[in-house]
DNA sequence: GCCAATATGACAGTTTGATGACAAAAAATC
DNA sequence: GATTTTTTGTCATCAAACTGTCATATTGGC
């Protein structure tokens, strides 16, 4: 539910109270009022959605959009376009640049926080907030509680985060080191080794339910939460 | 549903329209033809949603909007927008961000009704003014009082603040980010340690009753009020 | 059996939260 | 207006939890 939103916005009182409502929704909003100064921040900490204006003074956020999707290190990013209005061919140029989706001004909290909320669980599902559930084993972002079978299971920080990506993302292996990009953060140096302690820190906290089966290894690539059993 | 509601508009025609409209949906209407008058009357009360014209002799509807929205004590307030339907687009493009709903005049009745309903209907749950009860402890923030088992207790106002903040949004986890945010208000410079400091007044003030054990730490993320035991 | 990859247990350093004390600020009282 | 009283934010310190790394055991593939 927590994610890292850069605000492109040149308007200094609708960058205010885009952030503001960001705030209110649970985000970190970081804030830029060029496509330059983005570029700038972008370069520093990948952020983990971009909400960017349409115009602005210098390079347009068209421009900075298709950089930004022509670069490998910034390409997933998820980026949400705010337009001046409704125009069919502003939309279409906003898709065809590579933006996710794009709100058009004025538009209510509730509609961005829908639309952010839309997004980011398209893209990024372990920031989106939901619950999610595998097989009796429950985790729920928003009270950061786990459960299985309705029986309490205590996690460290690292492993409820560890155990909330892989379950967000089911059945699909990832290497120690997409692990600790996505888990610990991409710019931390930590041993790959390290993935086995935590994986199995995590296998032992549920294996009081019985759910530490559902955590699999798969030799030579890494790890993977998985329904089906393993061998 | 019979809500107090603010309306801050300068022009009488306009104004009395509304509240007629308002009375006859069943709310308590109160009038105030300036953001400086609607402040005063918002100190002394807390109105349960504020209709607010965004153009105004003095400080503008926008500038209302945002100090309300700065202040931990009115942000939960929902405000609902009237925009005059002709202004220049630019001007009220992104503006009515800092509302919970907008509505451009010229409106029929039926609309408002219908967009006042919405919002009241999903407004912050502390802001609505009711009791809130959690196994005993019960927290009345009309007449400031808090109970125990039926015993008194006593709290300073940032206590009980966050208790009430906290009792209107269980079991759900707050960064101690969040928590200045929504109880202190977010324009306001102090550290997160300090949030550290009055969870345990509270804690230390619910304990004569039994009910410190509410008050819950999740290492890493915050903390959070959960009748759930915590381990 | 041999090799490489993974699991496991232990350990020390680090981080995090709890707690008590304190002074500044604000409010209430005289 | 001065003086208590209350409230508030910050800090230093302590205890506990967490983390990363290593050495060693175990496993799986050939």
């Given at each position: 539910m927590s994610a890292m939103i850069?605000?492109?916005?040149?308007?200094?009182?609708?960058?205010?109270?885009?952030?503001?409502?960001l705030q209110q929704a649970g985000h970190r909003p970081v804030v830029a009022d060029s496509a330059e100064?983005?570029?700038?921040?972008?370069?520093?900490?990948?952020?983990d959605m971009i909400l960017l204006d349409w115009m602005l003074p210098g390079m347009s956020g068209v421009e900075l959009a298709?950089?930004?999707?022509?670069?490998?290190?910034?390409?997933g990013v998820p980026i949400i376009m705010l337009t001046a209005r409704g125009d069919e061919q502003d939309k279409i140029t906003g898709l065809e640049t590579g933006a996710d989706d794009y709100i058009t001004k004025p538009f209510?909290?509730?509609?961005?926080?829908?639309?952010?909320?839309?997004?980011?669980?398209?893209?990024?599902p372990q920031m989106a907030g939901d619950v999610v559930e595998v097989t009796g084993l429950r985790?729920?972002?928003?009270?950061?509680?786990?459960?299985?079978?309705?029986?309490?299971?205590e996690l460290g920080p690292t492993e409820f985060r560890l155990l909330h990506f892989l379950m967000a993302h089911p059945e699909r292996?990832?290497?120690?080191?997409?692990?600790?990009?996505q888990v610990w953060g991409n710019h931390v140096f930590v041993e790959d080794r390290?993935?086995?302690?935590?994986?199995?820190?995590?296998?032992?906290?549920?294996?009081a339910t019985g759910h530490d089966g559902l955590v699999q290894t798969v030799r030579g690539s890494g790890y993977r939460l998985s329904v089906h059993p393993n061998s």
């Amino acid at each position: 539910m927590s994610a890292m939103i850069l605000v492109v916005e040149d308007e200094p009182a609708i960058r205010e109270l885009v952030v503001l409502n960001l705030q209110q929704a649970g985000h970190r909003p970081v804030v830029a009022d060029s496509a330059e100064q983005a570029l700038a921040l972008i370069r520093e900490t990948l952020p983990d959605m971009i909400l960017l204006d349409w115009m602005l003074p210098g390079m347009s956020g068209v421009e900075l959009a298709r950089r930004l999707k022509a670069d490998g290190r910034t390409r997933g990013v998820p980026i949400i376009m705010l337009t001046a209005r409704g125009d069919e061919q502003d939309k279409i140029t906003g898709l065809e640049t590579g933006a996710d989706d794009y709100i058009t001004k004025p538009f209510s909290p509730r509609e961005m926080n829908a639309r952010i909320k839309a997004v980011l669980r398209r893209r990024a599902p372990q920031m989106a907030g939901d619950v999610v559930e595998v097989t009796g084993l429950r985790l729920d972002p928003a009270t950061h509680r786990v459960t299985g079978n309705d029986r309490p299971i205590e996690l460290g920080p690292t492993e409820f985060r560890l155990l909330h990506f892989l379950m967000a993302h089911p059945e699909r292996v990832y290497s120690r080191a997409q692990l600790l990009d996505q888990v610990w953060g991409n710019h931390v140096f930590v041993e790959d080794r390290t993935v086995d302690v935590h994986i199995r820190r995590l296998r032992c906290a549920l294996e009081a339910t019985g759910h530490d089966g559902l955590v699999q290894t798969v030799r030579g690539s890494g790890y993977r939460l998985s329904v089906h059993p393993n061998s």
